[in-house]
Each structure stands twice: as structure tokens, then as C-alpha cells.
Nanobody, 114 residues
Framework: VQLQASGGGLVQAGGSLRLSCAAS????????MGWYRQAPGKQRELVAR???????NYKDSVKGRFTISRDNAKTTVYLQMNSLKPEDTAVYYC?????????WGQGTQVTVSS
């Protein structure tokens, strides 16, 4: 089962994007969910995570700009990204947290131009 992220695109610095990721009910209800990203030449990193109870944590560099949320009825997790910077350019993925190898999908490309 792969988790597919969507909603990426090309935006100018300062712009916004909203990423979405739908999961099966079983995966969604039993796990914290995370958004990860991988920039060219860099390791994949956790950007934000949300527990089943709604508690959130963020990478320092995105605090105050990104918001992770989950819709339990739709079993979907979102990442609202505001005030985007060129250094946010990466492929963004969703997965459980901790991540599981089988759940990695292709990700969605986010490109922020200066």
C-alpha cells in the first residue's frame, strides 16, 4: 500500500500550496502521520507530524509557515504551506510516523522560485 501525495506545483517565493494525502482507514486511525521531503542531494527529512489525537510537531525551519492537519472522516492528511521559500523546494511525501517502507509513494514536487 503506497500513500500518494498530491497538490504540489511551481510557486513564487511567498506563495502557498496545500498538499493532500489520502490513506486507508486502518492506516489512518492507527498511526501518527507525517509529511516528509527530500531535496536534490539531500536526505529525506521529516517536516511535520500529527498524532491520531491531533498533536503536532514541526521542523524548526517551517514553524509558523506550515500547518499539518488531518480529516478523520476523509482519512486524509494535509500540509498547508504558506510563505514558501526557495529552500522548501523538494519532493514531498506522506507516510506514517515512524515511516514504513511499503507506504512510500512517488511524492509530489514542490518548486519555489525566487
Amino acid at each position: 500500500v503506497q500513500l500518494q501525495a498530491s497538490g504540489g506545483g511551481l510557486v513564487q517565493a511567498g506563495g502557498s500550496l496545500r498538499l493532500s494525502c489520502a490513506a486507508s482507514g486502518t492506516i489512518f486511525s492507527r498511526n501518527a502521520m507525517g509529511w516528509y521531503r527530500q531535496a536534490p542531494g539531500k536526505q529525506r527529512e521529516l517536516v511535520a507530524r500529527i498524532t491520531s489525537g491531533g498533536s503536532t510537531n514541526y521542523k524548526d525551519s517551517v514553524k509558523g509557515r506550515f500547518t499539518i492537519s488531518r480529516d478523520n472522516a476523509k482519512t486524509t492528511v494535509y500540509l498547508q504551506m504558506n510563505s514558501l521559500k526557495p529552500e522548501d523546494t523538494a519532493v514531498y511525501y506522506c507516510n506514517t510516523h515512524p515511516w514504513k517502507y511499503d507506504y512510500w509513494g512517488q511524492g509530489t514536487q514542490v518548486t519555489v522560485s525566487s
